[in-house]
Nanobody
Framework: QVQLVESGGGSVQAGGSLTLYCAAS?????????VAWFRQAPGKVREGVALISAGTGNVIYADSVKGRFTISRHNANKTLSLRMNDLKPEDTAMYYC??????????????????WGQGTQVTVSS
């Protein structure tokens, strides 16, 4: 059974930093699949934040987080992280990790991903 467990969320003031983690288990293809972070604020659709591919580790970021967020993966222990700097109130959301990527769908669409974690809340106050 595939499980993704996020951690590291919390409450910070604007300008602060957080690092989110995602631990994967039960997914033998983790090392060879892309993984991503999404977020969803109340009343809004779930949106792609960042992706990191397998192999070369190519990364893609949403324009709203470029230069502030850094995604990385650690295949040896099947974990994914998201370093978030210079946080803004608009970054407030539930953050999710996802894997098993369908390349027929744009990465930032939630439908492109099969496995999801339960999420970790990030709240940024002004």
């Amino acid at each position: 059974q595939v499980q993704l467990v996020e951690s590291g969320g919390g409450s910070v003031q604007a300008g602060g930093s957080l690092t989110l983690y995602c631990a994967a288990s039960g997914y033998t293809a983790f090392d060879t699949d892309s993984v991503a972070w999404f977020r969803q604020a109340p009343g809004k659709v779930r949106e792609g934040v960042a992706l990191i591919s397998a192999g070369t580790g190519n990364v893609i970021y949403a324009d709203s987080v470029k230069g502030r967020f850094t995604i990385s993966r650690h295949n040896a222990n099947k974990t994914l992280s998201l370093r978030m700097n210079d946080l803004k109130p608009e970054d407030t959301a539930m953050y999710y990790c996802a894997t098993r990527f369908s390349r027929r769908i744009a990465w930032y669409q939630p439908e492109a991903w099969h496995y999801w974690g339960q999420g970790t809340q990030v709240t940024v106050s002004s």
